[in-house]
């Protein structure tokens, strides 16, 4: 399978694809909270120590994943506010190499054995130039919009004024001059192109489920959830897409964990997060406990299509090692439940008068639903 091939082979996410301001608003972390999440990128991991949890534990089954909240983490215990941000803001460094030589010997075995290979992502004279148009989510953001500059050359001057936008009235009309440049039968093709999505993260089930769910397909799918985005939600901190579409952030518009004021709070509570490198139901065998908090990105949308044995075997094990009255926190490419077994719905409490109003105000706005539970 092309998806499992490239995911066992490759760092896919260089930055988390989930708004984590959302998270913290449905899961209201404090000092007495234990979270088990899915690593991704690691900055929104880095970002609910802002909120004082007791714990975090990072879990994925791609090493790579959690070599590169190492180095995130190992940059942060330094504290030189420059260095971080010139190599995760801007996504590189004139000194690269000597800014990795500096944490090296702080990182695991498999984290070292991943950046000595891969360092160069940060080479700012480079053809790519940023660590952003790396990792296979990066290599398909730097492909599609080299294509489109190319086939469009006005495009990167109205991303550009949609980036600017100062009000949502001037976003809503560079929006559609940049929705006019980009939507034609090179991009629709592209789109319907299985290995464009399986470097973005997006395995073939969840396509099937947005095909057989979403009037329009696919096509119209990414279309009214860019428009959602780009003409109902301010365009000034929505880090996630300015990094795709120009290859790094800026100091007003980033993730938290690259702003300048949270930089002491980060470093006195870095080390209270630890990352994993297995399944999550291989971590909670390992590691059993009673958890307060569970962050399962949208990795069981997979299990439902592909392992429903595996996915059952998982709920049982986080419900086992769930705290009385334990959050859960899911996202999905579908618009239902219908990936959540219905022996384990009967075992939760759901929250949709707060998820359908929060999942509106997404920034990043590709999921197909967003959804958080109780333990009962």
Known sequence: MVFRHVHNSNLIYNTAWEDPRLDRQLMQLNSDSRVVMITSAGCNALDYLLDNPAAIHAVDMNYRQNAL??????LIRRGDFEELFEMFGFGSHADYARVYARVRSTLSDPARKFWDKRIGFFNPTSLKKSFYFHGT?????????????????????????????????????????????????????????????????????????IQDSYPGGLTDYVKDKLRHVFTELPI???????VYMTGSYTLGCCPNYLKQENLPTLQQRVDRLKSYTTTLSGFLRE????YTHFVLLDHQDWLAAHDTAALLDEWELILANSAPGAKVLMRSAGVNLDFVPESVRARLRFFPERTE???????????????FAEVL
């Open 236 to 242: 000034a901190d929505n880090y996630f897409w300015r």
């Open 69 to 74: 909240l190492e180095f995130k983490q190992a």
């Open 137 to 209: 989510s990066g290599i398909a953001a730097y492909v599609m919009g080299n294509a489109l500059f190319k086939l469009r050359p006005n495009v990167k001057n109205f991303a550009t004024c949609l980036l600017d936008a100062r009000s949502l009235e001037e976003q809503r009309s560079a929006y559609e001059l940049f929705e006019r440049e980009i939507w034609g039968p090179f991009s629709n093709w592209l789109l319907r192109q299985p290995t464009l999505m399986t470097l973005l993260g997006v395995p073939r089930p969840q396509i099937k489920l």
């Open 287 to 290: 590691y059993p406990g009673k």
């Open 357 to 371: 109003v929060l999942h509106q105000l997404d920034r990043v706005g590709t999921y197909g639903s967003l959804h």
